[in-house]
């Protein structure tokens, strides 16, 4: 008996509150707030059916097409505004494009400007004006080499002449003198006979 009782109790407060959440989602629906859904939802429940059929008030499907109407005019011009700022946000975006591909391109001439250098009016890059210079200082440091060599030779060559000349000057000063002891030999030899002639 308490068991019937319990159970019967029970199922009252579940159907009650059953009743009451349904109450409370139909008094949710209605035909002029809420979203397109919840506005089909409401004509459906609230219309009466016959037989598979259900009669709807023609006042509801006016008001539920011009609520359709303004839901999807809404949806247009939000997406038309949307596509307003894709648009815009594109021209935006190949404006960011150019501007960074005249920047990259500024860029990488500072960068050559930078890794080049100018020698004799002509532009070349640091790699071969760093070659050109340490060639030219190469030549010059050659050239440099030569000349002191060439100048030691010469050098070398003049002290030898300067000898040879004095070598020679002092053989010519030593025959000079031979020759000359030789003549005034001569002329004595001469002048003696020349002497004993007249004697005799």
Do not use: C
């Not at 059953?18 to 008094?27: D, G, K, S, V």
């Not at 596509?83 to 920047?103: C, F, M, P, R, Y």
């Not at 050559?112 to 190469?138: C, H, R």
Request: hydrophobic share 40%.
């Amino acid at each position: 008996m308490f068991k019937t009782l319990l159970f019967t109790v029970l199922a009252l407060s579940y159907f009650s509150s059953t009743m009451a959440q349904t109450a409370n989602n139909e008094e949710k629906l209605s035909l002029n707030s809420g979203t397109i859904d919840n506005q089909f939802e409401y004509v459906i429940r609230r219309s009466n059916s016959w037989q598979e059929y259900k009669t709807v008030k023609k006042t509801w499907l006016y008001a539920l097409k011009a609520h359709t109407i303004d839901s999807l005019n809404a949806v247009h011009k939000e997406l038309n505004d949307t596509q307003a700022v894709v648009a815009a946000q594109a021209g935006e975006i190949d404006n960011l494009k150019q501007s960074l591909a005249v920047t990259k391109s500024e860029l990488e001439d500072t960068i050559a400007e930078k890794d080049s250098m100018q020698l004799f009016g002509m532009q070349m890059t640091k790699p071969n004006y760093s070659l050109i210079l340490w060639s030219i200082v190469g030549v010059l440091f050659a050239l440099l080499l030569l000349f002191i060599y060439k100048y030691r030779n010469s050098n070398t060559i003049t002290k030898h002449a300067n000898k040879s000349l004095a070598e020679t000057e002092e053989e010519f000063e030593e025959h000079r003198r031979n020759a000359l002891e030789r003549e005034q030999k001569v002329r004595r030899q001469l002048q003696d006979m020349i002497n004993e002639q007249k004697k005799g």
